[in-house]
C-alpha cells in the first residue's frame, strides 16, 4: 500500500550530523506508524525511533534519545531522522518500516519487532569513522 524511501546516508566523522529522509512511494503516511531500524554489519536489526504520523508522538531507544529526532513534512509525505552527535557505533544501515496498527504502547514495551512491520524500505547506509 505504501513503499518507504530511505535516503540521506553518508559517511561522515564523529559528532557531525545526518538527516535522514523516508518518503512514502505509492500511498501516504497518514494513519500509519513509521519505525527506522538500523543494522551494523554482523549483528541483527535494532529499532531506533518510533513516529506515529497522526499526532506525531514518538519514542527513541535509549542510546539515541537526546541525539536523534524524527519529523515529517506533510507536503513531502516524508518522515525525518535528523541524526546529531553521530557516534561510531551508529554506523550501519538505517531502514525506514511503516505500519498501520503498530502502537507506541508496543513500542514503549519492547513488545514488538522486525516482524510488527508491514512495508519496509531497501535502506541507506551512515557510516560514521574518523
Known amino acids: 500500500q505504501v513503499q518507504p524511501v530511505e535516503s540521506g546516508g553518508g559517511s561522515v566523522q564523529p559528532g557531525e550530523s545526518l538527516r535522514l529522509s523516508c518518503a512514502a512511494s505509492?500511498?501516504?503516511?497518514?494513519?500509519?506508524?513509521i519505525c527506522w531500524f538500523r543494522q551494523a554489519p554482523g549483528k541483527e536489526r535494532e529499532f531506533v525511533a518510533a513516529?506515529?504520523?497522526?499526532?506525531?508522538?514518538?519514542y527513541y531507544e535509549d542510546s539515541v534519545r537526546g541525539r536523534f529526532t524524527i519529523s515529517r513534512d506533510d507536503a513531502e509525505n516524508t518522515v525525518y531522522l535528523q541524526m546529531n552527535s553521530l557516534k561510531p557505533e551508529d554506523t550501519g544501515v538505517y531502514y525506514c518500516?511503516?505500519?498501520?496498527?503498530?502502537?507506541?504502547?508496543?513500542?514503549?514495551?519492547?513488545?514488538?519487532?522486525?516482524?510488527?512491520?508491514?512495508?519496509w524500505g531497501k535502506g541507506t547506509l551512515v557510516t560514521v569513522s574518523s
Open positions: 518500516a511503516a505500519s498501520p496498527t503498530l502502537k507506541l504502547q508496543d513500542v514503549v514495551a519492547g513488545t514488538f519487532g522486525v516482524d510488527a512491520m508491514d512495508y
Open positions: 513516529f506515529r504520523w497522526n499526532g506525531g508522538n514518538t
Open positions: 505509492g500511498g501516504t503516511f497518514s494513519g500509519y506508524s
